[in-house]
């Protein structure tokens, strides 16, 4: 929707070649009529048939299932792919569209966790570039841009602290409603729940690892609570550089369409007087042990961010169902991640299996 929005604001930049939605026929042929789009996906197939006939006047091809979505990740009209595919589901178009030399844009998080490793080496096989879309990546991005890799130092990347950051309560007994209340911002409960457990910089460190090709002991988290500064990178010689401005998706959207181009747009700019004062925290580790998880899981390397990943995805799942405690989650993915035998260079089956092994382990545990 963001994306749509910033292309609607530069149509004479940006054109929509090809749209994909899971099962929202209805929105999809609205958005296809207002864009015109040479293709369309709908992944479930139920309601393709109602689709075609409305599309049918207007041209536009209507393609269903993986089959479809790997049709519009590769069509030969597109330049660039903005993917936001939930789950596993996306692995398989992303790397079609690298094998096709599209530049693809991701802007959630599981796949350059899950196969970030897989992604990085097939993009540079393909010479795809892989642009990031995350707000703090793109921070960097923007600040890495031209640099050279020996005259960096570290990667910072910041947090806003989530809701129990500096609050004396106990952890065992926060209740999902508490969890979801971020104190910055409305984002669906999966990502909100790994805000307040502080997985969600954990994602981002193994994101930035894979994305950057740092390694982690080159990678620093800050909470800022503020969240005006997004990012920040040191120099060999102490120098750092900040990325700082409004939090809203569609400047990083923005960004990763224009590229390398910088284009005008009528969203507010940064207004730093009012910000008043800017604060810095070095963040609790122990009381946050999501956090290190993701480091170690970043660590490792091969499958074990899959298995992070998929552990974390249950245990938050099993929270907000109410049965299981907030403390029971990081213990939870510890246990499976401890338990997994971990696999270097995966191919993308291994990782999918990976993720199925970890998803029936945290059962166990849970
Ligand atoms: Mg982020």
Redesign the pocket.
Known sequence: MNTLRVVRAHSKELKVVALAARRNAKLLAEQAKQFRPHMVCLFDPTEAAWLEQKLKPLRIKVVTGEDGLTAVSTLASAQQIIFALVGTAGLKPILSAIRARKSVAIAN?EPLVMAGELLSREAKRFHSPILPI????SGLWQCLEGREKESIKKLI?TSSGGPFFRKKIDFRRIRPEQALHHPRWKMGPKITVDSSTLM??GL?VIEAKNLFEVSCCQIEVLIHPEAVV?ALIEFVDGSQLAQLGVTDMRVPIQYALSYPKRLTNTLPSLNLVQVENFHFFKPEVKKFPCLALGYEAAEAGGTMPAVLNAANEVAVERFLRGSMNFTEIPKTIEKVMRRHRRQDQPTLNQILEADRWAREESEVYA
């Open positions: 998080k995350d707000s703090e990546h990347l969600n910089k981002e997004h």
